[in-house]
């Protein structure tokens, strides 16, 4: 089960705007052959105004990667997870952080990206 701790907002049919770095907490059973994965979407509407973002995928405050997206549509990021990184039955914390943000002129909101999928998988 996968639980928001933090810039991830409300679900809309099943994915959600995140803000700057969400983060969202998971209990993963086992930390072997384990892959971190999200599907997510650059918005067309976002990156008219941001061009080319940056998101780096962390586990528990460990840099996994960096990906740079240079055109707006769907991706999947799958990337192992270093065994050591995480606890069987303890709580692991996922985050992304974009480098860029859009700001709503309406209302002020700020945008990072679509997420419809974030967890650990085994492999």
Same mark, same amino acid.
């Given at each position: 089960?996968?639980? $928001? ?17 969400? $983060? $969202?907490?998971?209990?993963?059973? $086992? ?14 509407? &976002? ?8 998101? &780096?995928? #962390? ?5 996994? /990667? ?13 990337? /192992?997870?270093? #065994? ?6 303890? /709580? &692991?914390?996922?985050?992304? #952080?974009? /480098? ?24």
């Amino acid at each position: 089960m996968t639980h $928001v701790v933090s810039d991830v907002m409300g679900p809309a049919d099943g994915w959600s705007w995140t803000g700057k770095h969400p $983060v $969202v907490k998971v209990l993963p059973r $086992v930390n072997r052959n384990v892959q971190y994965v999200a599907d997510l979407a650059v918005a067309d509407a &976002t990156f008219k105004s941001t061009g080319p973002v940056t998101i &780096t995928f #962390e586990v528990n405050g460990h840099k996994l /990667d960096t990906v740079r997206y240079d055109q707006p549509g769907k991706f999947q990021f799958a990337q /192992d997870v270093p #065994e050591e990184w995480i606890v069987p039955g303890k /709580d &692991t914390l996922l985050g992304a #952080e974009i /480098d860029k943000v859009w700001t709503s002129p309406g209302d002020g909101a700020k945008l990072g990206f679509i997420l419809t999928k974030i967890g650990i998988t085994e492999k």
